[in-house]
């Protein structure tokens, strides 16, 4: 049962993951490249961040 | 299967949002426009007539539309006569740059609707019919404001004489259109020829009437104003038992009217100056030619014609563009209501100016004493007049000081007052959790949410409000320990005090000072009271009102200046004009302005 929660708070970390990395895309794109590095950057903190606690602390 | 991967893909990536601002204003639009207008400022500068054709292809494509085309765009009637847009068109290359009034009739339509941006101004008429001259037909077409103008005298005075008399047999010898339309077509009392558009735009601006003819390169300009304006009433802020009640009103020419009934004198001059680069709002200077001295006349000119900026809607604007020092808390303008107070201080040599829209007339060079004065100080006999200024001066060093010395005793200083008032003061503030100056401030400021909310509360509801407040919320908070009852009375007496500063402006000036004398007994007791005056009467006596000493003749002490300052004289002994005002003609009267004393005594 605990793998299963740690499944769907993975996947859904990775949705998150994976929208917020797009968005960072298009404002790169749209030549906001600080804007892009800081929302890449979050991105993977968000992502990095519960999947460490989750794993390694909890 | 495409709308379902459509929807997975924007489930996963981020996709922009459709664009829903209602509005939105872009920084293109204001630089492409201002561009635009430098463009145009360069153009007339070089004294270049029309535009390149690649500017104009230019603009198209950034998307910027000419008045002319949105014209064209809007206006539906201009599809229908074609040949008539197509005159236009012509002419519209040439109106951008036209400073005159053109002999073809297009030319000056052209311009006007460019101008007023017809047909999009709505309240813009623009009326064209034919003359009949010496036998031959002449387009014509008059422009006016409507709601600006009186459109029985546009009708009687404008339009009836050119569309019917004109067509009756004119006994004249003189060939010229122009003279014939003013002397014989044009019956109004108020008939100018200009040549400049300007000139015809402002005077349309402001009530008139532009008349073109077609075939002369003069336009006249009729003046009919008439628009809805206030009667006189009596005047709000000065209100006084004895003497006038007439009060100004927002119309320039009847409150220059109303100072010249009451002075009578062919040697009143009242000049009119425009303020503001496009309001070009009238004001009048007034003046007695041979009383203000002229250097005085010469500096409220130049500082008026100095003022650079749009709009201007009321002499509060303005009394604050000329004065001298902004940052005085006191006003160094008098700002009044009444005529008479205005028609009475010009006969001192003063200067007055009077605003368009505007019932405060602007009164200068001011002094402090003078803010201090009521125009019934005038119209009462001396010996009341004399109390009513004593009472009103202890009201106001009252309303100034009363709170700061309360903190200053209370606190610092409880040996000077009797010990039973001592013991009652403390009786009373034994249940307050607060020092005093905490109790005072909750109190001060409580009176002037109070004063505030009873200004801006319509009617008998604001009085309704002013008891309520007073006498309910005084009460409450006595009874629940937040303030001592003593202070409720030196609240109560500091705010009747200031109701007795004759002008408003000063008072607002003491309300403000009164924080300033709080917050320094509460710092140092009498001791800070005493460096607030110092500073204060330093702050005073180094500041000018258009060259005057703001506290003369007190500081500097004048010559013969006291007979009608702190306090006043027989109005018979008042022979002199304030001798600091260096008027041309410092005697007013005579020595002996009751004659009838002498020749009693030569019996």
Redesign the interface.
């Known amino acids: 049962m605990r793998n299963l929660n740690m499944i769907i708070i993975v996947i859904f970390l990775l949705?998150v993951f994976?929208?917020?990395v797009?968005?960072g895309?298009?404002t790169w794109n749209r030549k906001n490249r600080l804007g892009a590095i800081a929302i890449i950057i979050i991105a993977i903190i968000e992502l990095v961040l519960p999947i460490y606690s989750v794993y390694f602390i909890l | 299967m495409a709308d379902f991967k459509s929807k997975l893909k924007g489930l996963f990536f981020f996709k922009e949002p459709e664009k829903i601002e209602k509005f939105i204003l872009k920084e293109n639009e204001s630089r492409n426009s201002s561009s635009e207008n430098k463009e145009k400022d360069s153009e007339e500068r070089e004294g270049r007539t029309s535009r390149d054709n690649n500017n104009k292809e230019s603009s198209k494509k950034r998307g910027v539309k000419t008045p002319i085309a949105r014209i064209k765009q809007v206006g539906a009637k201009d599809e229908e006569k074609s040949e008539g847009s197509d005159e236009d068109d012509k002419g519209s290359k040439d109106i951008s740059g036209m400073t005159k009034v053109s002999k073809k009739l297009s030319d000056n339509l052209a311009y006007i609707k460019e101008k007023y941006t017809i047909p999009v101004n709505s309240d813009i008429v623009i009326r064209e019919f034919n003359i009949t001259v010496k036998g031959k037909t002449i387009p014509t077409f008059i422009v006016f404001i409507d709601g600006m103008t009186d459109t029985k005298v546009l009708d009687l005075a404008i339009l009836q004489p050119l569309m019917l008399l004109s067509n009756m047999e004119i006994k004249d010898d003189d060939n010229e259109v122009g003279n014939i339309i003013r002397d014989h077509l044009l019956p109004h009392n108020q008939i100018q020829i200009v040549t400049e558009l300007s000139d015809v735009v402002d005077d349309i601006n402001f009530g008139g009437c532009g008349v073109f003819v077609d075939g002369i390169d003069k336009a006249f300009t009729a003046d009919v104003k008439g628009w809805k304006s206030r009667s006189i009433e009596r005047p709000n802020t000065e209100m006084v038992i004895r003497g006038p009640q007439e009060g100004f009103n927002e119309i320039l020419r009847t409150n220059t009217g109303l100072i010249r009934k009451i002075l009578k004198d062919e040697d009143l001059i009242a000049e009119n100056i425009s303020v503001g680069r496009r309001s070009k709002t009238p004001c009048s200077l007034m003046y007695i030619k041979d009383i203000a001295n002229e250097s005085l006349v010469n500096e409220v000119r130049r500082r008026l014609e100095g003022i650079k900026i749009d709009y201007l809607f009321d002499s509060g604007e303005l009394e604050q563009l000329i004065e001298d020092n902004p940052y005085l808390a006191a006003p160094q303008i008098l700002a009044t209501e009444r005529p008479d107070r205005v028609a009475s201080m010009l006969t001192e040599g003063k200067v007055a100016i009077v605003v368009q829209g505007s019932p405060f007339v602007l009164v200068m060079p001011t002094t402090h004493i003078d803010l201090f004065h009521t125009p019934e100080d005038s119209y009462l006999r001396f010996p009341y007049a004399n109390m009513l200024r004593i009472i009103r001066i202890s009201a106001i060093a009252m309303s100034l000081l009363l709170p700061g010395f309360y903190i200053a005793i209370t606190t610092f200083h409880q040996e000077m007052i009797p010990t039973d008032l001592l013991f009652a003061i403390e009786a009373s503030r034994e249940k307050v959790p607060f020092p005093s100056l905490v109790e005072i401030l909750i109190m001060e400021f409580a009176f002037e949410f109070i004063r505030e909310a009873g200004v801006r509360i319509p009617g008998p509801l604001g009085s309704t409000l002013g008891i309520i407040g007073g006498l309910i919320l005084g009460q409450a908070a006595v009874a629940a320990n937040i303030v001592s009852p003593i202070l409720i009375i030196i609240v109560a007496v500091t705010g009747i005090g200031s109701f007795a500063v004759p002008n408003f402006s000063l008072g607002y000036a003491y309300r403000i000072i009164k924080f300033v004398y709080i917050f320094l007994a509460a710092t140092a007791g009498f001791l800070g009271i005493a460096i607030g005056l110092f500073l204060q009467g330093l702050w005073l006596t180094s500041s000018k009102s258009f060259g005057i000493p703001f506290m003369a003749p007190i500081a500097p002490v004048t010559n013969g200046g006291l007979t009608d300052q702190i306090l006043r004289t027989p109005i018979w002994k008042q022979e002199k004009r304030p001798d600091f005002l260096n008027a041309k003609n410092n005697r007013k009267q005579e020595h002996f302005s009751r004659k009838w004393v002498q020749d009693d005594k030569k019996k």
């Open positions: 949705w994976i929208k917020t797009s968005y895309k298009w």
